[in-house]
């Protein structure tokens, strides 16, 4: 008879505990550790690709995307106006796309990134620890992940939680 009071006790506590934790705030096994070692050609009609070893040397963000994604489109405004104040370099991991497509969105919509990969099978992503679109990385001088932003980048998360954290680094 205590059996099932257990359970459903036991049930009820793991419930409460999802519904109270911040869904945004993913914890992630990379925090302080180099990012993974990886090479990616560019988005097509873009020149420049993305690999491991350029992101030493200064503070970045890397921002998984995809044209498929409607988060994406949401904080794209966000990293426009960051490539067009130079507030922080930002690259681009393009996640899963059709290259076309992903193609006629940076064309259509703007490109902020100042280097982006084409993730064609998500592998890359997959050592990132991605586990959807979009997800956004602050990278230190030596190439290490120092934060993981799942979601889109909002005005408020980029100033509350991102830019702080980019100064920070940058002293």
């Known amino acids: 008879?205590?059996?099932?009071?257990g359970i459903f006790a036991g049930l009820a506590v793991m419930l409460g505990w999802g519904l109270n934790r911040n869904a945004q705030v993913i914890p992630s096994a990379l925090i302080g550790k180099?990012?993974?070692?990886?090479?990616l050609s560019p988005v097509q009609g873009r020149t420049i690709g993305l690999s491991s070893t350029d992101l030493t040397g200064e503070v970045s963000l890397v921002n998984v995307?995809?044209?498929w994604c409607t988060a994406c489109r949401e904080e794209h405004p966000v990293f426009m106006e960051l490539k067009r104040?130079?507030?922080?370099?930002?690259?681009?991991?393009n996640y899963k796309d059709r290259p076309q497509d992903a193609e006629k969105?940076?064309?259509t919509m703007g490109d902020p990134y100042t280097r982006t990969g084409a993730d064609l099978n998500g592998r890359v992503s997959i050592d990132w620890g991605v586990y959807g679109v979009p997800e956004t990385f602050v990278?230190?001088?030596?190439?290490?992940?120092?934060?993981?932003?799942?979601?889109?980048?909002?005005p408020e998360v980029y100033?509350?939680?991102?830019a702080p954290l980019i100064a920070?680094?940058?002293k």
């Not at 008879?1 to 009071?5: E, I, Y």
């Not at 180099?34 to 090479?39: A, C, H, N, Y």
């Open 1 to 5: 008879m205590l059996l099932p009071v």
């Open 34 to 39: 180099q990012v993974p070692v990886f090479r």
């Open 65 to 67: 995307f995809a044209s």
């Open 85 to 93: 104040t130079h507030a922080v370099p930002i690259h681009g991991i």
């Open 105 to 107: 969105w940076l064309d």
């Open 139 to 154: 990278i230190d001088r030596r190439g290490r992940i120092a934060f993981k932003h799942v979601g889109a980048v909002t």
């Open 159 to 162: 100033r509350d939680s991102l």
């Open 168 to 170: 920070e680094l940058r």
